[in-house]
């Protein structure tokens, strides 16, 4: 009998490798080999420093996207708040005991490994806000005391990393946190006085920002004020764009990139590089991948039968849709440079994992979309 029960198990997790979404899984590959031939490119046509490590970084994070993808969305339901606890826990002991680096507060040393918790926080402000509001009906989530715990969820990390600073990461979250709030089906009175109340704090916020970053917002009013000092970026960027053309100027000859024009090439500015490339062309390819995987993304959340994997699955949507936007439109200067990578494309650890991460509880929702999950579950361990 525990033969067949161990076969069992064996058959249902072929099974669940078998209803892997193939289509998703190529395009998240196809956007990871553009970042790799981007970061080969940066390096003047060396794989070193950036792109080997790049591989290295996305193969274990593929192997944690089908790991992650094959854990029942219940497990990730009882894990939710305890994720969000350990990830708050890192948060203040970045703040208590945290790698400083290039003027920010943001690391964590563990060894040969530089964790940045404030990209855990994105995966697991997701999971405890679908968590939340899995457990309230429609109906109560407007009343204005049922909003008070998942404000202050949004709200405690976000304090937290503007500390550090890193605006950035704290816009991601208080967008990421607030959309989800929205899908979650809160009244359009809320929506609209906290615009309001948003636009209004815009003066007070600005006394609390650090004086570099109020010079990236004065910067991106006016690029010229400063050329040669904060505004240097943002105009080598764009000559970096509009050098690429509409076919852009050949794999491993942009000249603004190769001659060290631009800046943060390898991280922040890797899109320009691919544009000053490939041109419009292949900027707007790279761009058509994300829609690919984001309008799969939604499907699957539409799909799922459960509150918590319909808002889990639409809260990776938009955490991606909003590194993607803030990152396009900083380099062609359209927002202020906040310092929000390209997903799968920049080089970078802690961010590459928490995207896969992300991917593969897309990917959970997908193959439990017809999982009933109680509205209390009691542990699966």
């Known amino acids: 009998m525990a ?23 190529l395009l998240i590959c196809t956007i990871a080999c553009v970042g790799f031939a981007m970061l080969y490119s940066v390096a003047d ?16 994070g593929f192997l944690a996207l089908i790991v992650v993808a094959m854990i029942d ?18 948060l203040v002991w970045v703040e208590v005991a945290g790698d400083i680096g290039m003027g920010a507060q943001r690391w964590i040393s563990l060894g040969p490994l530089n964790l940045q918790p404030s990209e855990l926080m994105k995966i697991a402000l997701v999971l405890a806000l679908s968590r939340y509001f899995h457990g309230i009906s429609t109906e ?47 009244n359009w009175w809320y929506i609209i006085s906290g615009a309001v109340a948003a636009i209004a704090a815009i003066p007070i916020g600005w006394q609390f920002l650090q004086d570099y970053q109020r010079n990236r917002v004065l910067t991106f009013l006016d690029p010229e004020r400063d050329p040669l000092g904060a505004g240097y970026h943002i105009l080598q960027s764009k000559i970096a764009l509009g050098s690429g ?4 100027q050949g794999f491993l000859q942009g000249t603004q990139s190769h001659l060290n024009f631009l800046p943060e090439k390898q991280t922040d500015f890797i899109f320009t590089m691919l544009a000053e490339e490939f041109g419009l062309v292949g900027a707007l390819g790279l761009l058509g991948l994300y829609v690919a995987v984001l309008g799969i993304g939604v499907a699957t959340a539409i799909r799922c039968r459960s509150q918590f994997g319909r808002l889990m699955a639409m809260g990776v949507c938009v955490t991606l849709f909003l590194y993607v936007f803030i990152n396009a439109a900083m380099v062609m ?49």
């Not at 046509?45 to 274990?60: E, K, T």
């Open 45 to 60: 046509g060396n794989w070193d420093p950036w792109a080997s490590r790049q591989m290295v970084r996305f193969g274990l």
């Open 140 to 186: 109560d989530v407007s009343k204005p005391l049922r909003l008070i715990p998942p404000l202050m969820m949004i709200a405690i990390p976000v304090a937290l990393v503007v500390r550090q600073p890193d605006l950035g990461t704290a816009i991601l979250l208080l967008a990421g946190g607030g959309a989800l709030v929205f899908l979650a089906g809160i």
């Open 3 to 25: 033969d067949i029960g161990f076969g069992s198990q064996q058959r249902s997790l072929v099974a669940k490798l078998m209803d892997l979404n193939l289509i998703l899984l």
């Open 73 to 90: 969305i219940r497990v990730w339901l009882n894990l939710a708040y305890p994720a969000y606890v350990v990830s708050l826990v890192l």
């Open 245 to 248: 053309g509409v076919f852009g």
């Open 333 to 381: 200067g359209l927002v202020p440079v906040v310092g929000v990578p390209m997903p799968l494309v920049s080089y970078g650890g802690t961010s590459m994992m928490t995207i896969m991460f992300g991917f593969g509880l897309l990917m959970s929702v997908h193959i439990h979309r017809d999982t009933e999950v109680p509205r209390h579950t009691t542990s699966l361990w």
